[in-house]
């Protein structure tokens, strides 16, 4: 198996939103951001198929070490050895993968954040690094795209903690503000044991307010330059904006279910964008 032949798979394997929004874009552009985006599930399924830490410690030292030596011009996993020859093109540095390293090692060692800056910290790094090399990869030709790429990334991660609350909680991982679940009296057994109440639904809508309300942000935040090249990012925004509707619809009640949308609901908003050229 080729390296563009393992990504492809990592990538399609991985039954991602992602993956609807890749199916547009023209070859060398698909390829980059499939051997980038493989490289993101590889570091994260460390942490979410390894069940001893210290394995997962070890395996995320190994992949800091990998990105380095492939920047030294030595890559050694498929991932990189598919992602190296189109890191220059695209602008994709060391900085970006080692943030989602980071990001990733972060999940080993923290269980729960205190606010929402903290959080945000984490989201940066898994999120909105991965969202500025997207834009990169997509065509970006205005600096001012990469605030949007970021507030995206950030929005984009917030629905996905929304959705895995339940997913989340059963790793023993509870990613909603601690000072927030004080606010609506949320106790976090009631996570970790599925227990729905009042409290806890006024506590999702505040999260999908703040969601909501970042998606608005990037969109208010592309410039008119880039909004054409950057039309798969959008797609995701519509992709995962519908998501979170979907997950109020449901009533929040992502303790013991995890909201989806169906492929071929995911390919007809990639259509749409593609299309009309707007979420």
Not at 33 to 38: D, E, H, K, N
Request: aromatic content about 10%.
């Amino acid at each position: 198996m080729t390296p563009e032949q393992y990504v492809q798979d990592k990538a399609a394997a991985s039954g991602s939103s992602f993956y609807y929004a890749f199916l547009f874009l023209p070859a060398r552009r698909r390829a980059a951001i499939t051997a980038f985006y493989a490289f993101c599930r590889e570091v994260d399924d460390v942490v979410d198929e390894t069940s001893d830490p210290s394995v997962a410690a070890n395996k995320l030292a190994w992949w800091s070490k990998e990105v380095h030596q492939s920047f030294q011009g030595k890559p050694s996993h498929p991932v990189t050895q598919a992602l190296m020859p189109l890191a220059d093109e695209f602008g994709i540095e060391e900085r970006h993968l080692q943030a989602v390293i980071e990001g990733c090692q972060m999940d080993l060692n923290q269980t729960r954040y205190l606010d929402w800056p903290g959080l945000q910290r984490y989201c940066h790094l898994v999120a909105s690094e991965v969202g500025e090399v997207a834009a990169r990869i997509f065509g970006q030709t205005d600096a001012r795209t990469t605030e949007y790429a970021h507030t995206l990334g950030l929005a984009l991660q917030l629905t996905n903690i929304l959705r895995d609350v339940g997913e989340d909680a059963r790793r023993g991982r509870i990613y909603l503000p601690v000072n927030e679940l004080q606010q609506f009296n949320v106790k976090a057994n009631d996570i970790l044991t599925g227990q729905y109440s009042e409290r806890f639904t006024a506590l999702m809508q505040f999260q999908a307010q703040r969601a909501h309300a970042l998606f608005d942000q990037a969109l208010a935040l592309l410039p008119a330059a880039d909004r054409r090249a950057q039309k798969p990012g959008l797609m995701m925004a519509a992709i995962y904006r519908a998501l979170l509707r979907e997950i109020e619809r449901d009533g929040f009640t992502v303790l013991h279910q995890r909201t989806s949308l169906t492929p071929i609901r995911k390919l007809w908003l990639a259509w749409r964008v593609q299309a009309l050229g707007r979420v």
